[in-house]
């Protein structure tokens, strides 16, 4: 994969939250994943990137969840939790 095209994962995305920061990192391997696929130029590839997006809506879905349920427990302003939706 074209380097230019690759996310790297840094440290300034961290939010001090276990579940939630693996869930950042998840996000960008998938990324990087459909780029390379997409990339690839190949109808494996184009195969992979459509079954890719498919699950990644179920996750990113999850995610959602996650991420507002941490902040309600955590007492984060409900107002600040709706503009981030």
């Known amino acids: 994969m074209d ?3 690759e996310y790297i994962w840094d440290k300034s ?3 001090g939250h276990d ?7 998840e996000h960008v391997n998938a ?8 990339s690839s130029g190949t109808r ?3 195969d992979s990137s459509i079954k890719f ?3 990644y ?5 999850r995610y959602i969840k996650t991420r507002d349920n941490t902040l309600i ?13």
């Open 3 to 5: 380097d230019n095209l």
């Open 13 to 15: 995305f961290i939010v």
């Open 19 to 25: 579940l939630i920061d693996s869930q950042h990192k």
């Open 31 to 38: 990324v990087n994943s459909m780029i390379c696929s997409c």
């Open 44 to 46: 494996e590839g184009f």
């Open 53 to 55: 997006l498919g699950n």
């Open 57 to 61: 809506v179920v996750k990113i879905g």
């Open 73 to 85: 427990q955590v007492s984060y302003p409900r107002e600040a939790l709706l503009k981030a939706s």
